[in-house]
């Protein structure tokens, strides 16, 4: 079946420490997205890609970065930069046609949980 | 800016009635309205769009409005049924194809 993967389900961070967060796809998507998500708030878009090599800042995209060196895969590294890294993170992708751009459903995976130690 | 605002209240519905959700937007009239159900621990499933040109969609027991003049969407569950119990997520997309979200509203339904 196809779907989108994230891994870790649950994950602890250390002051000072990087640490990145996998998602891959195997819908054949070329958009991919990463939001964030706190309780009683919406989610909040953090990174997104709309084709390999090439991705932009979302909302709050302070103290992440991203990479898309492959189609199937956007790994979020959250940095010792972001001051207030514990949220339930999410990852999404969707197809995407010049005509119909805005218009196509986002798939989302079951999220990672990342938390401080 | 544009918002999108949902109602934080949890709607608590008593089983086989009809589940009322309300996602108010502010400023321009969004091209698309999207529709998502999140369980607890999970990441959102998509339900139903709804474009700016049209004023109904139907999906088996869920119903989708576009009103803008009221600058309103508005998701009914009829006949709902305790599996319903959910978090339902509005989201207005852009011409990028970004989702911008409101906060969501948990619907609990009892039997």
């Known amino acids: 079946d196809g779907g989108i993967t994230q891994s870790p389900k649950y994950l602890f961070r250390k002051e000072g420490q990087n640490v990145t967060l996998s998602c891959e796809q195997n819908l054949n998507h070329d958009a991919m997205y990463w939001y964030r998500q706190d309780p009683g708030q919406g989610l909040r878009l953090i990174y997104y890609s709309q084709i390999v090599n090439d991705f932009q800042k979302g909302d709050i995209a302070e103290g992440y970065s991203v990479s898309r060196e492959k189609k199937e895969s956007f790994p979020l590294t959250v940095t010792s930069a972001q001051k207030n890294p514990t949220a339930f993170y999410l990852c999404?992708?969707?197809?995407?046609?010049?005509?119909?751009?805005?218009?196509?459903?986002?798939?989302f995976g079951d999220g990672t949980r990342l938390s401080i130690l | 800016s544009q918002k999108i605002e949902q109602n934080s209240e949890a709607l608590n519905i008593q089983e086989g009635k009809t589940a009322t959700l309300t996602c108010n937007y502010t400023?321009?009239?969004?091209?698309?309205l999207q529709w998502y159900r999140q369980d607890p621990g999970r990441g959102p499933v998509f339900l139903l769009l709804i474009r700016e040109n049209e004023k109904e969609k139907r999906k088996e027991r869920l119903k989708v409005t576009f009103d803008t003049t009221l600058k309103q969407s508005l998701f009914h569950i009829t006949a709902s049924q305790p599996a319903d119990s959910a978090t339902y997520l509005c989201?207005?997309?852009?011409?990028?194809?970004?989702?911008?979200f409101g906060a969501g509203t948990q619907v609990v339904v009892t039997p």
């Open positions: 999404a992708s969707s197809s995407r046609t010049a005509r119909t751009v805005g218009s196509q459903p986002q798939h």
């Open positions: 989201a207005q997309t852009d011409s990028w194809g970004k989702l911008q």
């Open positions: 400023n321009y009239s969004p091209a698309y």
